[in-house]
């Protein structure tokens, strides 16, 4: 086949249409909010950026890791509604389910006393900023489900201009509080960035429907869908809440045996892997709303035939990434700062993890679209008792805390990767012999 034949097929599928264009806007937000890290780097001291980190890093487990979940169900109710009425019924059931959650969880940080508050923190400057996440969390959740929304009805361009601009408000607020007032300058204008975001996608979410009809037309029967509660959304409420607080927690032991500045050098790291699976979680975020049609058609040859090969494009580009970072580390890390240049190791340690990761996400999308929500409960505790045992063994030993930090990550991830490809195997041998 010709490349311009190559490029002709290319432009015409809308799974490769969606992928470049969440690629293009989300891709370029990331960039923004890297930059806003660098500028924060070079602003704040490391104990500083430590702190700022902490607190981000607990906004992102809560809209991140326990929202990703949620989001795939939203992402997989959105688009199976055009096919079966039930659908939006469970997708109303999701968002009552989640804003409720999150209005316990955050009267609960509102009500907690300082002494225990500082007993989990382990440092008290922290506590009145965790007073002010509680307030506002179910505001915060609604953004991560409304982008699911949004991703299973294919509006995939809206999602980049939305992540584009909110980003450019993030490293202006970020930019301004530190001119400001410093470090909690900084923390108050991550805040009110997330604020802003949730805000402006709930608008947007009026535009597509009328949410009051919505609601109406759909609380109807609504009993009839209660089981959807537990066969697949109380289960992934439990698998989010079981990493939530585990990788949470890791972050707290690494801040009692060692410092907030460890918290630094990890957050640094961290974001630079992120970038790494960028291109290819929007890839697969994109991917899921097309295979959830595919699945609900029962198409399952075309379903396993994509899913195989975005398995080998994923390998080749994960082990591309791990040699460039390999190649080029002290140069990336120094753009940090020179307090950052010395860990290397560290950062070796963490790219490891990269293929596994990459291909292991991607897999995931299997789970939830084959209605494994009872397996990825399982796969949840598991894959933390693997990741915290690591740290916490490693930690006593006196290891490096942040080494400690990714060596459980690899533990974790290995065993994900190991698991959702057996599960994956099965269900395809499963699907297509049912086809024959």
Request: hydrophobic share 50%.
């Amino acid at each position: 086949m010709k490349l311009s034949e190559l490029q002709d097929r290319a432009r015409k599928s809308p799974i490769f249409n969606g992928f470049l264009i969440t690629t293009v806007g989300s891709g370029l937000s990331k960039v923004i909010l890297v930059v806003s890290t660098f500028y924060c780097t070079n602003m704040l001291t490391k104990a500083e950026f430590g702190g700022f980190s902490f607190i981000r890093n607990t906004l992102n487990m809560i809209l991140v890791i326990c929202a990703l979940n949620y989001v795939g169900l939203c992402v997989k109710f959105t688009a199976e509604a055009r096919y079966q009425e039930r659908a939006s019924k469970r997708l109303l059931l999701l968002f009552g389910f989640s804003l409720a959650l999150c209005f316990i969880a955050g009267l609960f940080l509102l009500l907690l006393p300082d002494s225990m508050m500082l007993s989990i923190l382990g440092d008290a400057s922290l506590i009145g900023y965790f007073r002010v996440l509680g307030l506002m969390l179910p505001a915060l959740m609604l953004q991560p489900l409304l982008e699911g929304v949004f991703r299973g009805l294919k509006e995939f361009k809206l999602i980049g201009y939305l992540q584009v601009g909110s980003s450019v408000f993030f490293f202006a607020f970020i930019a301004l509080g530190i001119q400001i007032a410093g470090y909690d300058g900084a923390v108050y204008g991550m805040i009110l960035y997330y604020l802003l975001y949730a805000l402006i996608s709930l608008i947007y979410a009026f535009r597509f429907t009328n949410v009051k009809v919505f609601v109406k037309n759909n609380i109807q029967g609504l009993r009839n869908e209660l089981p959807v509660l537990w066969n697949m959304i109380l289960p992934v409420f439990l698998l989010s809440f079981i990493e939530a607080p585990i990788n949470w927690w890791a972050q707290t032991l690494m801040t009692k045996h060692d410092s907030l500045a460890s918290i630094a050098s990890m957050t640094a790291i961290v974001q630079i892997r992120n970038l790494t699976i960028l291109l290819p979680n929007y890839f697969g975020s994109a991917f899921v709303a097309f295979a959830a049609s595919m699945n609900a058609e029962h198409n399952y040859k075309e379903y396993f035939g994509k899913n195989d090969k975005v398995i080998v494009l994923l390998t080749i580009i994960s082990m591309a990434f791990f040699m460039f970072y390999e190649l080029f580390d002290n140069q990336i890390l120094s753009l940090y700062g020179e307090s950052y240049e010395k860990d290397t190791f560290p950062f070796l340690i963490s790219n490891i993890v990269i293929p596994f990761m990459i291909i292991g996400n991607f897999l995931k999308g299997n789970l939830t679209i084959m209605e494994h929500q009872r397996f990825m409960l399982l796969l949840s505790v598991f894959h933390s008792l693997i990741f915290i045992t690591i740290i916490y063994v490693m930690i006593h030993l006196k290891y490096d805390s942040v080494v400690s930090y990714f060596c459980g990550q690899i533990g974790q991830y290995v065993f994900t990767f190991i698991a959702c490809y057996y599960v994956y195997l099965k269900d395809k041998k499963l699907k297509l012999n049912k086809k024959l």
